[in-house]
């Protein structure tokens, strides 16, 4: 199995900054897609950004332009720069990424993780 181990979330205030970062580690043959979620208390978790391997990106119309996603692959390593933040993005986030893993029979799968979630609260 695969664990992600999400840190950087945090308390600031609208207009702030904070960084967030998820490592991946275990029996990884390839990562593929990794992505940041995030659920608000009452409602349903929402994309916020995912990066392919090669790098592309997408982000929700509700952060385009303030947050930015980016990956090491040396380090099995997403991050999200959280720029122009306000108090609506208030959530805990969740890292998620999409990996090839060899199961119990020696053959190549296809998995999905989940990291345990950071809490991001941003005061107005």
């Known amino acids: 199995q695969v664990q992600l181990v999400e840190s950087g979330g945090g308390l600031v205030q609208a207009g702030g900054s904070l960084r967030l970062s998820c490592a991946a580690s275990?029996?990884?043959?390839?990562?593929?897609?990794m992505g940041w979620y995030r659920q608000a208390p009452g409602k349903q978790r929402e994309l916020v950004a995912t990066?392919?391997?090669?790098?592309?990106?997408n982000y929700a119309d509700s952060v385009k332009g303030r947050f930015t996603i980016s990956r090491d692959n040396a380090k099995n390593t997403v991050y999200l720069q959280m720029n122009s933040l306000k108090p609506e993005d208030t959530a805990v986030y969740y890292c998620?990424?999409?990996?090839?893993?060899?199961?119990?029979?020696?053959?190549?799968?296809?998995?999905?993780?989940w990291g345990q979630g950071t809490q991001v609260t941003v005061s107005s």
């Open positions: 998620n990424a999409g990996y090839l893993s060899r199961d119990a029979l020696a053959v190549l799968r296809s998995f999905t993780s």
């Open positions: 275990g029996s990884i043959f390839r990562i593929n897609a």
């Open positions: 990066i392919t391997s090669g790098g592309l990106t």
